[in-house]
């Protein structure tokens, strides 16, 4: 398919007929666009949310630069420092007493003003891990002389995104490292990986209270003795793919267990996860009428939505959920015209939903949002013709459109509250026309922002 | 401490710095990286990504490329992004893991110019040095490809101005307010590298008269123009009402005589005892500032000159700290400090602080208190600290 867009070409090798697309990496892989969505959290966010944890990254100026002016958007620059590696570190065989001696000076500076922080991160790059440096080594150099602050191994190594886990889910495991075994809670649960605290009214928070258990999230937790007390759980949940890593090992560490209930926008998949809950809590299950209520109350949302919406293009990209194809499915299937679909890969989990949309919808396209051709796609091309409805920052910025739902990493959605938030949002999103520019290109989102 | 940092920004990459200056150029920046330098860069040191097209990638290097020295796969997609997009030329640079591994760029270049039968030139970066070398190299290597040889001087007065990016500018309309102010002095803009001009008005660079290198990241270009065409070059950024206009006749002066001058330089340096402000900026810009409080309050300043900042024009008597803490004792020994605003962590409270951002440091964080300083009235800042 070729399209003209802002005087360039189109190639075909940048979108897709899902009808013709292959899974779970539909596109060829080279040289790569960024788009100016930046909604998205990095590394340096997660790592925010332990409260009090001070983060020292050893790297080379490059690759510095990103992650230290991530904190100083942030307005955070009290809890970030860093290590530069220059050229001659390679040659000199002293990496490891470089950021040991760096790191050091650093803390010492701290200490000094009585800010010795109760956990530090220190991050090293691809190069060190590439030259074999000795990181074991430079933590426990840094325990003896600190012996008080929990230290933690951080990774900024983006070379290995393709051959093992990736720095995202690196860093959702590593947040949680300073948790230590510790008496078990039995009426407690936590729940790993998300960047936000899920609301009261989220299907599994709600059904936990009903039923009479505590419900613990990083990102509620006020302070570093408050975190250390995620360990006390009897029951780790995550929701999200990046994070199951991190809430299987946490839970083989410390000998709980572990349940993996996925975001997803199927009520099918939404109840089977409810039912999983109820089983490991070892309570009833949500009673059918409990279920009717949640659903009905879901598809009212979405039929008020779509009467408002109409048959206005619907665009999705992959910033906004991680479950994309389902998100698509779900709308489809209630008569939204959902055209295309931004994404490089899918996540496992979306098979089943990719093999229905390739049956029943051939003709979804699917967008790679990184591909060179797609520099000339941006701020809506030939799209803004009509008015289209971006669930997500980068369809926004694709579509050129002031209509755009405002959400990244499904954040604080789950189950059929979240299929009606999510209804209510494009809902709103529909009328309420938004500053597309300034609002996509602040780090971050839900962060602390000085450009705002 | 010589490389640790508790609580300072970075400056920007030597990558950054090549990819800023050839950004209007119509060409095809690749960063052999494998993901860091495109968002830090688009995000960080590009204030026009969101507005205005232009082709900057990475390569998506994994570390199975690396190990496996799968450069094929770095020509195949470059030819194939050309193919598709048809740039003007190729850029080719490397982060810290090509370079750290010796990735032969030449050979790459050599293969992809072979292929696509376009202009290539690979950029010696290592993701380490500062954006002044990346930026002052790459314009470097796009004059020698583009610059016209069959130019002649134009008959009036003109000048090309040398060194002017977003990361030393930002895009508050300095380097319009610098052509405005050569205009209103009588000359001819024939170029502005690289931001503003066309790559044809630079291809005609040789027909100006005279050079102004307004960054440090601009003077190798202004050395090998007056070598290729026999232009002098000035060094200076007219800040202020008195500066500009010294610079104006200097300028006019280099075009007569024919001699460099690097005149952001003739300011005087304090005694060291006066507790005299000190300037923290690129190397031209704070050396012109200074001569801009000489020529507009008659208060003489020092520049800070750090090592991080390289290459960096400066008078010998310029200190060059290594790190933060040096930076901090220079800072407290300070009348008054003019420096970008993260620079104020580690300067004490009763030293008067002059906001200065400046893009390559902070990026975007205080770009809309960065004021234009560029032939106007300088406020006192003795009214203002």
């Known amino acids: 398919m070729l399209e003209r867009i802002g005087g360039k070409t189109l190639p075909e090798t940048a979108e897709i007929s899902i009808g013709q697309a292959s899974f779970p990496a539909p596109f060829e892989t080279g040289l790569e666009y960024n788009m100016p969505a930046r909604g998205h959290w990095n590394i340096v966010h997660s790592a925010m949310l332990v409260p009090g944890l001070h983060q020292i990254y050893a790297c080379a100026r490059g690759c510095l630069r990103g992650v230290i002016l991530t904190a100083g958007e942030m307005t955070a620059m009290d809890r970030m420092s860093f290590v530069t590696l220059e050229e001659e570190d390679f040659f000199s065989g002293r990496m490891e007493d470089s950021v040991i001696q760096g790191a050091t000076h650093i803390l010492e500076q701290l200490e000094k003003k009585g800010m010795l922080p109760p956990a530090v991160m220190v991050v090293l790059s691809c190069v060190q891990l590439f030259a074999g440096v000795d990181f074991p080594y430079i933590l426990e150099s840094l325990r ?47 729940l790993i990986g998300s960047d936000h605290a899920f609301p009261p009214t989220a299907d599994h928070v709600a059904f936990l209270k009903k039923n009479g258990f505590a419900v613990r999230e990083l990102a509620s937790c006020g302070s570093y003795a408050e975190y250390l007390r995620l360990a006390e759980s009897f029951l780790f949940v995550t929701n999200i793919p990046p994070a199951r890593h991190a809430g299987e090992s946490l839970a083989k560490r410390l000998g709980r267990r572990e349940l993996y209930l996925p975001v997803s926008y199927s009520f099918s998949e939404i109840r089977h996860s409810l039912l999983l809950l109820a089983e490991a809590l070892e309570v009833p299950p949500p009673s059918p009428e409990e279920f009717a209520e949640k659903e009905e109350r879901a598809e009212k949302a979405l039929q008020q939505a779509k009467e408002r919406i109409g048959d206005a293009a619907i665009t999705i990209d992959h910033t906004a959920t991680f479950r994309p194809l389902s998100m698509a499915r779900l709308l489809l299937e209630h008569n939204f015209r959902v055209t295309k679909i931004h994404a490089d890969a899918f996540a496992g989990e979306e098979k089943e939903d990719f093999l229905f949309l390739k049956e029943h919808h051939p003709s979804l396209l699917l967008s790679s949002p990184t591909h060179p051709a797609m520099r000339f796609a941006g701020k809506g091309g030939s799209e803004n013709r009509g008015r289209t409805l971006a669930i997500g920052q980068g369809a926004a910025y694709f579509a050129g459109t002031p209509f755009f739902v405002n959400r990244i990493a499904d954040s604080s959605l789950f189950g059929f509250d979240g299929i009606f938030r999510l209804a209510e949002e494009m809902k709103k999103a529909w009328e309420t026309p938004s500053l597309t520019e300034q609002t996509i290109q602040i780090k971050g989102l839900g962060c602390r922002s000085c450009l705002i | ?195 503003g001009s066309s790559p044809g008005e630079i291809a005609s ?120 803490d040096l930076l901090a004792e220079l800072f407290a020994k300070a009348g008054t400090v003019f420096a970008d605003p993260f620079y104020k962590a580690i300067v004490p409270e009763d030293v008067p602080f002059v906001s200065l951002p400046h893009e390559a440091f902070s990026g975007r964080c205080f770009r809309r208190e960065n004021k234009v300083l560029a032939a106007r009235k300088i406020p006192d800042w003795r009214k203002i600290c």
């Open chain 1, 144 to 190: 003896q002389r600190f012996p008080k602050t929990d230290f933690i191994d951080g990774y900024m190594h983006p070379t290995m995104r393709k051959s093992g886990l990736t720095p995202d889910q690196v860093m959702r495991r590593q947040i949680y490292a300073p948790l230590k075994a510790c008496p078990r809670n039995g009426k407690c649960v936590t």
């Open chain 2, 1 to 195: 401490m010589k490389h640790a940092s508790r609580i300072l920004s970075v400056y920007s990459s030597d990558t950054a710095g090549v990819a800023s200056m050839l950004y209007e150029l119509g060409g095809m920046t690749v960063i052999h990286d494998a993901s860091g330098c495109n968002s830090t860069y688009t995000t960080h040191d590009e204030p026009r990504w969101y507005q205005m097209d232009s082709m900057v990638y990475i390569s998506a290097l994994t570390e199975n490329d690396m190990i496996l020295g799968n450069d094929e796969k770095l020509v195949k997609d470059v030819c194939r992004t050309a193919k598709e997009l048809s740039p003007a030329f190729i850029a080719l640079c490397a982060s810290p893991m090509p370079a750290m591994t010796g990735t032969d760029l030449n050979a790459i270049g050599e293969e992809i110019r072979e292929k696509t039968l376009l202009p290539v030139f690979p950029i010696r970066t290592n993701g380490m040095d500062c954006y002044l070398k990346g930026a002052s190299e790459a314009l470097l290597a796009y004059l020698e490809h583009f610059c016209r040889e069959d130019v002649q001087k134009t008959r009036e007065l003109s000048v090309n101005i040398l060194g002017a990016t977003p990361l030393d500018f930002s895009v508050n309309g300095t380097v319009e307010a610098v052509r405005k102010f050569l205009m209103e002095e009588g000359f001819r803009v024939v170029s502005c590298m690289c931001k």
């Open chain 2, 205 to 324: 660079a040789g027909a100006a008269q005279v050079n102004l290198a307004v960054s440090s990241c601009g003077l190798a270009a202004a050395e090998y123009l007056w070598k290729r065409f026999g232009t002098p070059f000035v060094a200076g950024v007219p800040l202020g009402i008195g500066y500009a206009k010294r610079l104006a006749g200097e300028l006019k002066k280099a075009a007569e005589t024919g001699e460099n001058l690097y005149s952001c330089l003739r300011r005087h340096v304090p005694d060291e005892r006066a507790k005299a402000p000190v300037i923290l900026h690129e190397g031209v810009f704070a050396s012109s500032l200074c001569c801009a409080l000489e020529e507009d309050f008659h208060t003489e300043a020092n520049v800070i000159a750090p090592k991080m900042l390289t290459p960096f024009l400066r008078k010998e008597e310029d200190p060059s700290p290594e790190c933060e």
